[in-house]
Structures are given as C-alpha cells and as structure tokens.
C-alpha cells in the first residue's frame, strides 16, 4: 500500500536560492530532453529511448559540474522518464483517436518539482530537530507535524514549490491493513453544490463556497496583476499574491473533506454514492465554477482510501432517476432542478429532495434487485436499472 505524507520546508534565504537553482536546471535539462526528441525525429524520422537520453545527458551534466551537474544523478533519471511517459501517452491517446496533445515546453510557471530516490541526494534526518537534507542545498528544516509510521518504507521523494511555498512529498510503502469488521449503520449520499452532501438520514452537509468566499480579493489582486508590465518584478509579485489566494482556498478546501471523509468512514460500515463522473458540471458554464468550488470529485478521492483504511465498504450505483422516484413507495415524480422539495402525490411522502435520492441510493446499494409496486416505481418504468458496483 502506497500512501504519501506531505510536510512543509522552511529553507533559509541561501537555500531557497539553491532550491530554485536546481529547479531551473531540472526544468532546463527537461526543455533539452525534448528539444532532442523533436530533433532527431525530423531528421532521422526515429525516436529517442530513454537509456539514449540518460547516456546523453550524464555526459553532459559531468562536463557541466556548475549547472546541469548540480543536479543529483537519480533526479536526472526521473526528470528522463517523466518525459518518456509523456511521450508514451501521447502515442497511446494518438492511437485511440482521441485529442494527443503533444508534449510542450516547460516555462518558469509550468516546472515546479524535482524528483528524487530517498537516501540518494535527499534523506530525511530525525532528530531532536528533524531536517531535510537535499543534495547542493543542504539540511532543510521540516515541519514534521505527524510521525511517520513504523512500519513505513519511503520509496519515493518529490520536492516541491507551490506559491513560493516548498514542500516535501514522501511515498510511503506500507503493509496492507488489517480490515477491520464493521457493524455499523449503512448511508447513502447524494452529492449536489446547494447541499454538499445530502445522506440518507437527514443529514444535510452545507455549502461553504471556499472560492466564492474570496472572490473579492481575487478579483482586486487579478486587476492589480492585470496592469502590471510583462516580465517585470511586480508582476512577479502580482501573480504571486493570486497564487496564495489560490492556494489558501485549496487548502480550506481539502481540510474541510479530510475532516469530513475520516467521519464518515469511521461512521458507518456501508457508504453507497452516485456513480457520476462530475463532468457534466464542470462542462455547464452555469455550474462551472460552483462545481470546481465544490472538490466533489476530491471527496470521492479521499473517502475511497480512508474508507479503505477504516474497513468501510463504498459502493456507487446508477443514478438515474435517483431524484425523481419516490424513496416510500417507488413511484416516479418528475420534477425541475429548482424544485428541491419532493412531494409524492401517492403516499404524501414529503422531504429534501437530496436526502430522498440519497435514500434511494442506499436502497439501490444494498438490495439491487428491489422492485418495489409494480407498475409504479421505476424499475416498472424500465427507466433504469438498479445496479451498484465497488468503488
């Protein structure tokens, strides 16, 4: 089991200057790996293998010790291979027929990693003062804010900056859990951007609409970077400041569905969830943005592995017609997206919209087969089929 701990680097200003050195080397090496690719296409008409390139530029990083060379031997090697993914899923979505996108050229804002193997030019040091040694920087220091486990291997490193913020990544290599045995209540969800979350005993998760929220300060520092000259030092600045705004959204963000996905997996033993791919929403200009705002896609992310840690069982079934059936006895009640009450003109049933699709699909989740009156509901209908699937 792979998991990855993120914690924050406070580098002196000597070291932030190391850090960004080797980052532009890294993105400059990159640039030249792909410059070459597309050179030696055009004139020989064949590719370039990784193994070519990597006996390529180790040369070239020994004969340049004061640039390329400062670069650790291992993290060349990603920065090689990365492109060579890039290149290999060029060709597979080429050969699918689907929009390539051939591999571009980094710019300074495109270029924000560096990958390493830990214990090869990058180790982390426990201590009475953890550090972060990183090959040419030197010993970093690190917010340690949780313990790594003690069972943990780190596999994988990536070193990071995010708004003039550095980080360090560290993949973890971690024996499979013990599952526990749950017995605790089932849930269904209905995820939506009125209610973030409607589950299937009344629950209603509000909205906090983290982007909306800051939408003033965007715009006035969006304006302030809009007037600032191209390639100028306070349009540096300018841009810097929106990234933070950025930023600090996202990180109310994930905070908020880390919280919430760990109490809902230590909750209940079953968790059923619409199977939706969520790019109907982003695609709509009218939900665009309160879809982005939302993250529903990263809920979905972060309740599959906790769930998985905690032994709950998350399954997603079809959601057609989960709206619009009626949860008490299966008949269908057609009704618009602003009408978020559900009336059912057969048995007087009357709630939330959202909580009554959340009831439906946990009723589709845990019977599949389930019919209900016949006639009246919605498999009668042949509308859909009740189905639900893992994860």
């Not at 650790?72 to 990603?78: D, E, I, K, P």
């Not at 943990?152 to 490193?157: G, L």
């Not at 599952?179 to 629950?203: F, N, Q, W, Y």
Request: proline share 4%.
């Amino acid at each position: 089991m792979i998991r990855t701990y993120r914690y924050r680097l406070y580098p002196t200003n000597a070291q932030a200057r190391a850090l960004d050195f080797l980052l532009w080397q890294g993105r400059t090496l990159y640039n030249a790996a792909l410059e070459q690719r597309i050179t030696v296409y055009r004139e020989t008409g064949k590719g370039v293998s990784y193994p070519q390139q990597w006996a390529h530029f180790r040369d070239l990083r020994h004969a340049n010790p004061d640039t390329l060379g400062q670069l650790n031997a291992t993290s060349v090697q990603q920065m090689l291979r990365r492109l060579d993914k890039t290149f290999a899923a060029f060709f597979r979505r080429l050969k699918a027929g689907e929009k390539p996108g051939f591999p571009r050229f980094k710019g300074r804002d495109r270029f924000h990693s560096l990958e390493y193997r830990h214990g090869d030019g990058c180790k982390l040091r426990l201590g009475a003062r953890t550090m972060f040694y990183v090959q040419n920087a030197g010993e970093v220091k690190v917010k340690f804010h949780r313990p790594l486990p003690d069972d943990a291997t780190i596999k994988h490193v990536v070193i990071k900056r995010r708004a003039s913020k550095w980080h360090v990544c560290l993949m973890l290599d971690l024996p499979d859990p013990v599952i526990p045995e749950r017995t605790g209540p089932a849930v269904g969800i209905d995820m939506g951007l009125a209610h973030l979350l409607a589950l299937s005993d009344g629950t209603l998760v509000e909205n906090p609409r983290w982007l909306r929220q800051s939408l003033a300060q965007l715009r006035v520092a969006q304006r302030r970077l809009s007037r600032r000259q191209k390639g100028s030092a306070h349009r540096r600045k300018a841009a810097a400041q929106v990234a933070r705004l950025h930023e600090r959204v996202a990180n109310q963000r994930r905070d908020f569905w880390h919280k919430l996905t760990r109490q809902l997996a230590d909750t209940y033993s079953l968790i059923a969830l619409e199977n939706l791919t969520l790019a109907f929403m982003t695609a709509n200009r009218h939900l665009a943005l309160s879809a982005h705002d939302a993250g529903l896609a990263e809920f979905q992310q972060l309740l599959a592995y906790k769930a998985e840690e905690a032994g709950t069982l998350v399954v997603t079934v079809n959601p057609a017609y989960t709206s619009q059936a009626c949860s008490a006895c299966g008949v269908v009640v057609q009704k618009e997206l602003s009408v978020r009450v559900h009336v059912c003109p057969d048995c007087g049933l009357t709630l939330d919209r959202d909580v009554n699709a959340a009831r439906n699909i946990l009723m589709c989740a845990v019977n599949p087969a389930r019919t209900g009156p016949p006639g009246r509901n919605v498999a009668g209908c042949g509308a859909r089929a009740l189905e639900s699937s893992l994860l």
